[in-house]
């Protein structure tokens, strides 16, 4: 499923078809079956396994987390219900983003034109997997085109998949019903974007609740004439400045969200039930896991 392997040690645990109908199905326009793996890393971070997850589960951490993919926008330039409608959320555990309207640059001063190149440009530097050399490719030979505003991301994606199908790259028409980003519990992650994905899974750490085992996977459909991609091995990266700004960012942020779940003045930490609607439904499952009711 995914094109990933599960293993279930239980040999009366439901069918996996069954268990994952629902989130397989609204996946499978992405095409997760399609890519291969480029790279593959780990990391061992000071933090509980479900709060280095829950950093990814909900609609609104990239303004201050991200200061390069934010380019200076501060909380009131956003417009959180045109980057994204909402989250759906399945039995079981598992949940997806839906499809975002559309939104403007959030950047005072700055065409969405600009905006559109400058967060490809940090996604690239930052992840070398959510966007690749492949996209920086295709909107390089965008740039010194007069689009008028707002007409760069449509042309991009066309560019993208007249590339691709020159290129031999089966790349699955676009989805309409889901964004992509969704969480398969009970620790696996997807945040795709171009034929590419960024795969998360986050395990505990042994016995210790203040530590895990952060896994990143970079996914991509690769092209027919590429012939069989090198299997990757995992690469050990225990030091956060090693890895890419964005995937730093974020790790350095879990390490802070987990001292500060330890501040005796914390009483609640579900801000909206909207824009926190996959890390709800996660710890719901959790609970009925706890008490024998699954």
């Known amino acids: 499923l995914f094109g990933f392997v599960f293993i279930n040690m239980n040999p009366d645990a439901t069918p996996l078809e069954i268990e994952f109908a629902e989130i397989a199905e609204t996946l499978a326009p992405i095409g997760f079956d399609r890519m291969s793996v480029r790279w593959w890393r780990t990391i061992k971070l000071p933090a509980n396994w479900k709060m280095a997850q829950e950093a990814f589960l909900e609609a609104y951490h990239v303004m201050q987390a991200h200061p390069s993919l934010s380019m200076g926008a501060a909380d009131d330039d956003y417009d959180l219900d045109a980057m994204s409608e909402g989250f759906e959320t399945f039995a079981g555990g598992h949940s997806h983003a839906l499809p975002a309207p559309g939104m403007d640059s959030p950047v005072k001063g700055m065409s969405f034109n ?4 400058q967060f490809n440009n940090a996604l690239y530097v930052g992840t070398d997997a959510y ?3 492949r996209e920086m490719f295709v909107q390089q030979g965008l740039i010194e085109r007069d689009l008028a505003e ?3 991301p449509l042309a991009f994606f066309g560019a993208l998949y007249e590339y691709a199908q020159g290129a031999g790259i089966p790349l699955p028409p676009p989805a309409t019903n889901t964004a992509g980003f969704a969480h398969v519990f009970p620790n696996l992650t997807f945040l795709p974007a171009y034929g590419n994905s960024i795969a998360y899974r986050v395990r505990p750490d042994a016995n210790d609740p203040e530590s895990c085992i952060f896994e990143v996977w970079a996914l991509q459909i690769p092209g027919t004439e590429e012939g069989e991609a090198e299997r ?6 225990d030091d956060i400045d090693q890895w890419p700004q964005i995937f730093a960012e974020d790790f350095r942020n879990i390490v802070r969200q987990q001292k500060g779940v330890r501040t005796h003045g ?3 930490l579900i801000m909206s039930e909207k824009y926190e609607a996959m890390i709800v439904n996660s710890h719901a499952t959790i609970d009925e896991y706890l008490s024998g009711n699954r």
Not at 114 to 117: A, G, I, K, P
Not at 232 to 237: F, G, H, S, V
Request: proline fraction near 5%; glycine fraction near 6%; charged fraction near 30%.
């Open 150 to 152: 707002g007409e760069l």
């Open 232 to 237: 990757p091995t995992c690469e050990r990266l």
């Open 131 to 133: 966007t690749t050399a």
């Open 114 to 117: 600009d905006y559109f190149l």
């Open 266 to 268: 914390l009483d609640d």
